[in-house]
């Protein structure tokens, strides 16, 4: 982590009385902990930040202390802002429609995407941190400022989800020496787990049970991909963000190089979820398509032509797997 670069992004939070804090768009574990880890570290300082999510708080994430504080996005920045703060977020589009027509310029970025293009006025991006809550950690560290075991709970929460439970590539001895610093903050690992991967709810289960049953098997089986129907919500009772987790059902095949996940609006919109298991960089077919994220999990989103764009997609796939033959 850039040393100077990080004071900057110190002083400018720090100079800031109610910073408005956003996220991205269908948060995950990260971009909740995130959020909150720094509302916390921020409010410990006497400081009175704003925490805005489209959509607010998703039930499986209440658990975090203080996520009470989440509210949905505004019409506009909130009047007392004085500093505009994006976490976890890889694209400016990705704070979604609303914020995409204020003209405030976004102040800081804090983020671990490499495709991030570093769309704020100060950008801390650090993509050898697999989560956005352990680049936090860092800079509150470097900061002196307190880490409360509620904070520390907020991050251990990230960096956990983020890194699949500290199995994906990018887990590293310093990840793990973050985490350990967490649980000696106060963070409790087994109580965090529970909430984040033994706490899927019924009709979680169901869609995923529907999803699994769409399995296809490509390009010599190293490659496979599930389906999303928009009736699958319906059939399940579940909701957009129940999706989560469920790509990994095809990444643990075995000899499988590349897992992805079409999810299909009504409105003939496509999102896409890819995974690699290393070899393929899987960031850079999404960026080809306008999408983005790492390496080994990356999304795009299309509006429309979603069959013609899946197809698309698994070209691209079909692709960076033989040129892995090659
Ligand atoms: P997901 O498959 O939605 O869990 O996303 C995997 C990773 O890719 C996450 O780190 C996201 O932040 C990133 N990502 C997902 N969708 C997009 C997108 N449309 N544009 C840029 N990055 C994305
Ligand atoms: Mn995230
Ligand atoms: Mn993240």
């Given at each position: ?76 920045l909130p009047a007392k802002a004085d ?90 001895s310093q990840t793990l020496r973050i ?31 529907l999803t699994v049953e769409t399995l ?111």
């Amino acid at each position: 982590m850039d040393k100077a670069l990080a004071q900057k992004v110190i002083d400018r939070l720090a100079s800031a009385k109610s910073p408005a804090l956003f996220t991205h768009l269908r948060p995950d574990g990260d971009a909740y902990g995130s959020l909150l880890g720094l509302a916390h570290a921020l409010k410990d300082r006497g400081q009175t930040p704003t925490l805005h999510v489209e959509g607010g708080m998703i039930p499986m994430y209440r658990f975090l202390p203080g996520s009470e504080l989440v509210q949905d996005v505004p019409d506009q920045l909130p009047a007392k802002a004085d500093a505009f703060v994006v976490l976890d977020t890889s694209t400016r589009e990705r704070v979604g429609k609303k914020t995409a027509e204020w003209r405030q310029p976004v102040d800081l970025v804090i983020d671990h995407h490499v495709s991030n293009p570093g769309f704020g006025t100060l950008n801390l991006i650090v993509p050898e941190i697999p989560a956005t809550a352990g680049v936090l950690f860092r800079l509150f560290e470097m900061a002196g400022w307190k880490i409360s075991p509620a904070a520390a709970t907020c991050l251990y929460a990230g960096l956990s989800t983020d890194t699949g439970s500290f199995r994906y590539r990018g887990t590293d001895s310093q990840t793990l020496r973050i985490a350990a610093s967490l649980v000696e903050l106060g963070a409790d690992p087994s109580e965090i787990a529970k909430h984040c991967y033994l706490s899927i709810t019924p009709e979680r289960y169901q869609l995923k049970k529907l999803t699994v049953e769409t399995l296809s098997l490509k390009d010599n089986k190293k490659s496979g991909f599930l389906t999303i129907k928009p009736d699958f919500y319906s059939k399940s009772g579940a909701k957009s963000e129940d999706t989560e987790g469920i790509i990994e059902e095809v990444t643990s095949i075995q000899g499988l190089e590349v897992a992805s996940l079409f999810e299909f609006s009504k409105d003939g919109g496509l999102r896409v979820s890819l995974r690699s298991k290393g070899r393929v960089d899987v960031n850079a077919i999404a960026s080809f398509f306008g999408g983005g994220g790492h390496r080994a999990a990356a999304g795009i989103r299309f509006s429309k032509d979603g069959e013609k764009n899946r197809d698309l997609v698994l070209a691209a796939i079909s692709q960076a797997i033989a040129r892995l033959e090659a």
